[in-house]
C-alpha cells in the first residue's frame, strides 16, 4: 500500500544551525511534492511545490529536493530561527487521484536559543 | 484575495448529538472542496471532497456526511456523534484545474463527551 514517512520524534536544533527534515514515500510515483507548515491550532500554510522533473527548489531559507530514485524529499531551513518552531507535513500528488493529497504525519521542530 | 471561513471555532457536544460544521470560501469560483480530521497527534486524514455543487466524494467510511449544497460552501454533518469522532476539523480549498496548492480554514476544535 502506499504509504508516506515522516520522522514522528521531534526534531530539535540551535538558532542558526540548518534544520532538515525527510520526507520518504514507498509504493508511489507522485508528479509533484509540497510541503506545509503547520502551528498548534491552526491549519497548514502551504510552503513549497516541487515537480518529479526538478532536483531542487528554493524560496529565501527554505530548500527542498526531490529524489524519486529514493523515493524521498529532504526539507532544509538554514539559518533557522525561533519562529521556525512548527510541525512540518510532506505532501506528495498523484496525477490521476483526482484532486487528492495525502499528508505525512509531519515532523516537528523545535529551534531554541 | 480569496478566503475561508469555518465556523464554529470550538464545539463540545455530547455523545449522541447531531453535528453540522459550515465552511465558506470568499474570492474564486468553482473551488475543489475538502474536509478533513487530524485527531490529537496524528496526520491529516481525508474525509470528503468535492469538485461541484452536489458532487461528494467519501474517503473513509463512518458517521459523517457531506454536502455542497452552494458553489463555495461545505458543510459536514452527522446525525449522531461518537466520541472517536473529537479531533479538529480542518476545510481547505484548491483551484483545480491541475493547481492543487491547497489553502486551509482556520479548522473547528470538536469534543465528543
Known amino acids: 500500500s502506499q504509504k508516506i514517512e515522516q520522522n514522528s520524534e521531534a526534531l530539535n536544533i540551535q538558532e542558526g544551525k540548518t534544520a532538515t527534515l525527510t520526507c520518504n514515500y514507498t509504493n508511489y510515483s507522485p508528479a509533484y511534492l509540497q510541503w506545509y507548515r503547520q502551528d498548534p491550532g491552526r491549519g497548514p500554510v502551504f510552503l513549497l511545490l516541487?515537480?518529479?522533473?526538478?532536483k531542487e527548489k528554493r524560496k529565501e531559507r527554505l530548500k527542498v529536493t526531490f529524489d524519486t530514485t529514493l523515493k524521498q524529499s529532504l526539507f532544509h531551513i538554514t539559518a533557522s530561527q525561533p519562529a521556525d518552531s512548527a510541525t512540518y507535513l510532506c505532501a506528495p500528488f498523484l496525477t490521476g487521484t483526482a484532486s487528492k493529497l495525502t499528508f505525512g504525519t509531519g515532523t516537528r521542530l523545535q529551534v531554541t536559543l | 484575495s480569496q478566503t475561508i471561513h469555518q465556523w464554529p471555532a470550538t464545539l463540545v457536544q455530547p455523545v449522541g448529538s447531531p453535528l453540522s460544521l459550515e465552511c465558506t470560501v470568499e474570492?474564486?469560483?468553482?473551488?475543489?472542496l475538502y474536509w478533513y480530521r487530524q485527531a490529537a497527534g496524528r496526520g491529516l486524514q481525508l474525509l470528503f471532497y468535492s469538485v461541484g455543487i452536489g458532487q461528494i466524494s467519501s474517503e473513509v467510511p463512518q458517521n459523517l456526511s457531506a454536502s455542497r449544497p452552494q458553489d463555495r460552501q461545505f458543510i459536514l454533518s452527522s446525525k449522531k456523534l461518537l466520541l472517536s469522532d473529537s479531533g479538529f476539523y480542518l476545510c481547505?480549498?484548491?483551484f483545480g484545474r491541475g493547481q492543487e496548492t491547497q489553502y486551509f480554514g482556520p479548522g473547528t476544535r470538536l469534543l465528543v463527551l
Open positions: 474570492g474564486t469560483s468553482n473551488p475543489n
Open positions: 481547505a480549498w484548491t
Open positions: 516541487i515537480r518529479e522533473n526538478e
